[in-house]
């Protein structure tokens, strides 16, 4: 059974960071495309980040430059650091893993609307943690 778990999020001023973190049971992040998510309420889940087996990353625009995505596979934690963090960083943050089979998955980055992510995208999810950006 897998199961990520999300953690760090918070309340933050705009400027400043925030680290997530997402650790994982019943998989190993060397096998795995691993990526973070966001939703604001009312609108569509959109890509954030996206690192892959080997340690490729993909970043959305929005947040190109500001965050890393990052992971330590003995620990099996996934991280976004998050810096510069406006306004519109604000929502809810999603860790999510692959399947394990993928073998192109920076694209993720770029999915948008659970329809089309469920199809395309990750295949394990957490259940998110709040990002709030004042």
């Known amino acids: 059974h897998v199961q990520l778990v999300e953690s760090g999020g918070g309340s933050v001023q705009a400027g400043g960071s925030l680290r997530l973190f997402c650790t994982a049971s019943g998989l190993a992040y060397f096998s795995h495309c691993m990526s973070w998510f966001r939703q604001v309420p009312g609108q569509s889940r959109e890509g954030v980040a996206t690192?892959?087996?080997?340690?490729?990353?993909d970043y959305a625009d929005s947040v190109l430059g500001r965050f890393t995505i990052s992971k330590d596979d003995d620990k099996n934690t996934l991280y976004l650091q998050m810096n510069s963090l406006d306004r519109e960083d604000t929502a809810m943050y999603y860790c999510?893993?692959?399947?394990?089979?993928?073998?192109?998955?920076?694209?993720?980055?770029?999915?948008?609307?659970?329809?089309?992510?469920?199809?395309?995208?990750?295949?394990?999810w957490g259940q998110g943690t709040q990002v709030t950006v004042s």
């Open positions: 999510a893993a692959g399947s394990g089979k993928e073998r192109h998955c920076l694209g993720w980055t770029d999915l948008s609307g659970m329809t089309v992510i469920q199809a395309l995208g990750p295949k394990y």
């Open positions: 690192i892959d087996q080997v340690g490729s990353t």
